[in-house]
């Protein structure tokens, strides 16, 4: 893998709480990516950024925000969760160039209960 | 907006064959395309990465074919083991609204028998 950490690993929380989840990389990385997995929808994109406090939303960004403050770390928060926010997340990364592959972490397995 | 379609949902097959994977694209406009595994309970693997100029790529007992015109491509896994066993989802990158920004079929679930 090319040094993705994503944390927690599982977290169950309450509806209305808020959340955050980290993903950190080694790789010097400038595209980082938040999707969730859903069965029956496949990957989506949730938000990404291109850069150092560059981001933008992605196909399902409502009620999530992104924040990265230094290349190696982005944040999704969750400001009040929902259950239809219980899902898999998985963080991606990858380098400049258009033909560099992306990278995904192990996920984080959300329950909002 | 670009949809991925991969045909099979679901493959199920002895051990030592020689299988192909189908993805479909809508969008042709793309700068690469992606193939990935995926473990139970773990993120995405790359295998191969083609990119809009190139044919096929080949990596090992994969070989990843593309035909941008038509919107196409297909991983042939040749001489299956039981470790093939995982989804395997195709991701093409760009397209008119898109970006640089990959969108994922749903994925073939492979299984391989001893």
């Known amino acids: 893998d090319a040094g993705i950490t994503q944390s927690p690993r599982h977290k169950v929380t309450e509806t209305g709480t808020p959340v955050t989840l980290r993903c950190h990389q080694t790789e010097n990385h400038r595209y980082m990516y938040w999707y969730r997995q859903d069965p029956g929808h496949g990957l989506r994109l949730i938000h990404y950024?291109?850069?150092?406090?560059?981001?933008d939303k992605g196909e399902v960004s409502d009620g999530y925000s992104v924040s990265r403050s230094k290349t190696e770390d982005f944040l999704l928060t969750l400001e009040s969760a929902t259950s239809s926010q219980t899902s898999v997340y998985f963080c991606?990364?990858?380098?400049?160039?258009?033909?560099?592959?992306?990278?995904f972490g192990n996920g984080t397995r959300l329950t909002v209960t | 907006k670009q949809e991925v379609t991969q045909i099979p949902a679901a493959l199920s097959v002895p051990e030592g064959e020689n299988l192909v994977l189908n993805c479909s694209f809508t969008?042709?406009?793309?700068?690469?395309l992606q193939w990935f595994r995926q473990d139970p309970g773990k993120g995405l693997t790359s295998l191969l990465l083609?990119?809009?100029?190139?044919r096929e790529q080949t990596s090992g007992r994969l070989n990843a074919s593309l035909d941008k015109s038509s919107g196409r491509s297909t991983l042939y896994i040749a001489a299956s083991q039981p470790g093939d066993s995982a989804t395997y989802l195709c991701a093409p990158s760009g397209g008119e609204t898109s970006g640089s920004r990959l969108t994922f079929g749903e994925g073939t679930q492979l299984t391989v028998n001893p």
């Open positions: 969008d042709s406009a793309i700068y690469n």
């Open positions: 991606a990364t990858r380098g400049s160039s258009t033909n560099s592959p992306l990278h």
């Open positions: 950024s291109y850069g150092v406090k560059d981001t």
């Open positions: 083609i990119q809009s100029s190139q």
